[in-house]
């Protein structure tokens, strides 16, 4: 089990380079399926969902390699297995975004029904609905989820709720079927762009990923060899703000899509931080003491993102006044208040909505990571706290960040990784 040992005190300054979107990585790992050759990413973030789901491929028969100098390359040529490895794909719940590559590759596929996380019972029902408009037959036994996509057709589909997973399934699961699919209410998440960006790479015909409507031309046949760069990380790039925000420091990330963190910096603003944009860069300098931040809603993009919820919700223990925060999303995501609480923050919560009070400082303490966000949530508290925190599972921080306490470590940080 390991654990992240931070000296607070320390303020975050300097430039760091923001590595590769997770969230935009593990769905085109998943669409490399549907081309049948070679396939070079660069970009690619070293994380252990992403080390997960390249075992996932592998046991599927996907030949995967990283190359000295970071890129990750697959051959897909050959024949691909349309049974998912139990073991692994209930532990990545991005698992289910085989779903739709099996079908568009083999026209047939089984998985597991992935359970519940650390967040919530993250239900698949958009995603198994949306698939059976394209006219693939689910069947549901002992926990398998077994489909038949022989006779897939173009469909018109609306869902429900804009769920990024379900819109980036059925993208995926679209492009091989015949005639035209419409997803509208679609998810409008950065992610989904760049899926859509790699599945045209592949001589696919996606558009309008980014709007809440996204159209596949069906059953072109794809490349057999495709490069592609990954996006920047989005919330590893708020998570390195907040952190600056937090000590008092100044810092410069570069491989930044300032869009894409257009409601983070808002809120930072608020807070009385200096924020200076460049074209793929974002500068912070932050006050002496953080101002009060109001109210944070979180929503579907381009509102503010879930993911970085925790983050918030530790700069605001710190911050002046009172800030209220509702969870929207995911119905089971305050797991790093009763943790910051050891720290001395201050909070009340009933059902998704919390309201913390800024103190004047957190103290150091031993806490748990109870889910990726909410470990570097409190890895950021701990940058801030006077004394020693110890924040212990720091294994799950690795799921979504790549060596967040060496890039901490990188802008000043004093962080150590006991194993
Ligand atoms: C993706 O999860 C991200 N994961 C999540 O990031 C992110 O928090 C989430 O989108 C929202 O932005 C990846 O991309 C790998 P959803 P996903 O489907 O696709 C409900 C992180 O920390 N829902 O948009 O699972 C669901 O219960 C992770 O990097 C259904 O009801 O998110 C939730 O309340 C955490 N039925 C809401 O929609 C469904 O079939 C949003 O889920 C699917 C979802």
Redesign the pocket.
């Known amino acids: 089990m390991a654990k992240f040992i931070v000296e607070g005190g320390y303020p975050l300054v300097g430039t760091a380079k923001v590595s590769g979107a ?2 935009a990585a ?2 085109i790992l998943a669409a490399s399926l549907i081309c049948r050759g070679q396939i070079r990413l660069r970009g690619c973030p070293r994380l252990r969902d992403v080390d997960n789901m390249l075992t996932i491929l592998a046991d599927l028969g996907v030949c995967c390699a990283w190359e000295p100098n970071g890129g990750l390359t697959l051959d897909t040529a050959d024949g691909v297995e349309y049974v998912m490895p139990q073991r692994i794909s209930k532990e990545l ?2 698992s289910i975004f085989m779903l739709g590559p099996l079908l568009a590759r083999c026209g047939k596929a089984v998985c597991t029904y992935p359970g519940g996380c650390e ?9 198994l609905s949306g698939l059976s408009a394209l006219g693939v037959q689910i069947r549901e036994e002992r926990g398998l989820i077994l489909c038949d996509g022989s006779a897939m057709r173009g469909a018109d589909i609306h869902l429900d ?6 819109t980036e399934n059925i993208m995926m699961a679209a492009v091989a079927a015949k005639g035209t699919t419409y997803i509208r209410n679609a ?1 409008r ?1 950065p ?1 989904t762009e760049d899926l859509q960006a790699f599945l045209n790479a592949l001589g696919c015909d996606v558009s309008g990923a980014g709007t809440s409507s996204v159209r596949v031309n069906g059953g072109l046949p794809p490349k057999a060899y495709v490069q592609y760069d990954i996006m920047p990380d989005r ?1 590893v790039a708020g998570t390195l703000l907040c952190g600056a925000a937090m000590t008092g420091g100044e810092i410069t990330l570069n491989n930044v899509v300032p869009q894409h963190v257009g409601s983070m910096l808002s809120k930072l603003r608020e807070a009385g931080c200096v924020i200076a944009c460049g074209e793929k860069s974002v500068a912070l300098r932050a006050p002496k003491r953080l101002g009060e931040i109001k109210m944070i809603e979180t929503l ?2 381009p509102g503010f ?3 970085m919820q925790a983050q918030f919700f530790s700069l605001a223990t710190i911050a002046d006044g009172i800030c209220v925060i509702v969870e929207n ?3 089971n995501r305050f797991k790093h208040g009763p943790e910051l609480t050891r720290m001395g923050a201050i909070y009340t919560q009933k059902d998704r909505t919390t309201v913390i009070r800024g103190v004047k400082e957190l103290t150091g303490a031993q806490v748990v990571a109870r889910d ?2 909410g470990g570097a949530a409190l890895t950021l508290a701990g940058l801030a706290a006077t004394g020693i925190t110890t924040i212990h599972e720091a294994e799950l921080i690795d799921r ?1 960040y790549e060596r967040l306490d060496a890039m901490l470590c990188g802008l000043g940080a004093h962080v150590t990784r006991e194993v």
């Open positions: 997770k969230n593990l769905p719940r991005s967040i919530g019972n993250r239900p698949i029902d958009l995603h709720y804009p769920s990024v997973g379900a998810a998440e992610e919330i579907p993009y993102p879930t993911d999303v995911f119905e990726l966000r979504g």
